[in-house]
């Protein structure tokens, strides 16, 4: 019998051992490649593509290591990949991630007899071209590298609260770059292909990259980043589309980086493209993250040293608060950048960005509000009959934030309104499908939004303002008691849903009516023509459906109709579907029962004794003898005759 491997260009799943009468199986089963004799060759998983030799067989005694052919493709950014998504990157969680690269590189070393000594002393081994007979030595000094970058990223989650561990950082990237620029050289072999020296090479300037970054040597790290982006370009462009999206996601992930070190170069246009990719995105993540916020945070606190004061409804506001000032400048921005939001996901994200930055600077502004500045300021300015500058910006504030608060919750309504059009064209199961009761507590939130609105310091005698709220108030109110009709609809309620749209007609004329020069602060609102056109033809659906319903003789009684009052112990003649009865209060009998009347007991009283005379008993009665002192005596102490 002689067997070897043969040349396979698949993932490795299981490997043919080729004999003269056959061949023999060798499976990979639990991260064991065993014979199913009972030969165990190794406990490493291969991830990559499986070393074989073409042609010739090799005897099983020798392999793998006794192979000389050049190394297969190793996909280094797939490997990577693949281990950080199952293995705690997909959660962030990168000591996970670090606990798994020693486990692996502890089997690998196990299995290629690489050993670094033993229990008692360390004998350090370099993986050099000559013993490069496998696949496997690469993929020992690539999971060294990333050992020591995962690391590093979880002491950069570390730094923040804990900066000395910041040095530490630094020293394990510096192993990581180490370890890759082992990496690439001996890729450099001839037995390696030219894809694999490739992405050996934007791997090294990847982490290269991330060590400048670090070190704030920005144009270095622009360099190492750019080179690590034409490589994985390049490769996108050599191979298929399936194949290349692996590579365009590691290209979106360093463009970020790019720009950032363009723009600390001194290029001030990379800082739209910054705000552009972190719109993309919804927020920021990754090594980006923080910088990029301090990042527009510092620029807006260099165009706020210019700002003094702001204007609103015609009076003019010093802002002396830095917080506050930023806050500003950054609105229109984030309003820019709602409005040009490609979903819903990311319009709800950065509407909950706005608003917490909103609510901090009101806190900032209430901090200035003390109770003897507040009547100071109040005592000076009380013969103008004006609230203080720091009273009425903070009633600017909370307008901007109430402002907000019912656009998202309008977005939100909308969002839904559109889910409840496309289930009632296509009723489909499963998740829980949206209802008008959604609606309508979403426009009860906005109607309490504009009634703070009203009540806001220093907006009272603002008769225009108050205008504009009403006008609000009834647009809104004409939209809730249209989906609290349709509420209704749903349980055939025809009465109550009539009467409510006729109320939103009702409201609606109010709108148009009154909109007068107030139709430019209307323009964001739902047209409210729109909504009457729609409630004509439901007034005029929801006649024809009542008329149907009250001529349908089949219809059977509905649940308030059945429910009488009456137990199942008294109606068993009458059959009708009760759902109450599987309920866990069923009406089975009245408990407890009632009160019934019954006869009282009789009280006899004996009238006739008085007046009957008993016949005479003493001859029938037995006479006592007369005893003496002796009978006495005996009868004291037991004697008896």
Known sequence: MFGGFFRCSYSLSFVGVGVQSGFVLWVLFKGFLVKFEGEILGNEYIQHRFLVCGGDFIPQNNLPSACE???????????????????????????????????????????????????????????????????????????????AWSYAMQLKQEANTEPRKRFHLLSRLRKAVKHAEELERLCESNRVDAKTKLEAQAYMAYLTGMLRFEHQEWKAAMEAFN???????????????????????????????????????????????????????????????????????QTRAKQAATMSEVEWRGRTVPVKIDKVRIFLLGLADNEAAIAQAENEETKERLFESLLSECRDAIQAVREELKPDQKQREHSLENDS?????????????TYIKLSTAIKRNESMAQSLQKALLQQQRSDEDGKRSPRPQDLIRLYDIILQNLVELTQLPGLEEDKNFQKEIGLKTLVYKAYRCFFIAQSYVLVKKWSEALVLYERVLKYAREVQSGAGAHRNSLKELPDVQDLITQVNAEKYSLQAAAILDANDPHETESPSQVKDGKPLSERFETFCLDPSLVSKQVSLVHFPPGFQPIPCKPLFFDLALNHVAFPPLEDKVEQKAKSGLTGYIKGIFGFKS
């Open 385 to 397: 009959g004006k609230v203080s500058n720091i009273q009425y910006l903070h009633s600017y504030l």
């Open 227 to 297: 080179k690590c982006k034409t490589i994985y370009e390049k490769l996108a462009n050599a191979f298929t589309e399936e194949q290349a999206v692996l590579y365009n996601q590691r290209v979106e992930e360093i463009s970020p980086n790019i720009r950032y070190c363009a723009y600390n170069i001194g290029d001030q246009s990379a800082m739209n493209e910054l705000m552009q990719m972190r719109l993309r995105s919804g927020g920021t993540e990754g090594l980006l993250a923080e910088k990029l916020e301090a990042l527009i945070t």
């Open 69 to 147: 052919c050049p190394l297969t493709p190793a996909t280094v950014l797939q490997i990577v990949k693949e281990s950080q998504q199952q293995h705690g990157l997909r959660h962030g969680d990168f000591q996970r991630y670090r606990g798994y690269c020693s486990r692996r590189l502890r089997r690998l070393r196990k299995t290629l007899n690489f050993k670094m000594g033993n229990r008692h002393k360390f004998t350090g081994k370099k993986v050099t071209e000559e013993i490069l007979s496998d696949n496997r030595y690469l993929l020992l000094i690539l999971m060294d590298a990333e050992r």
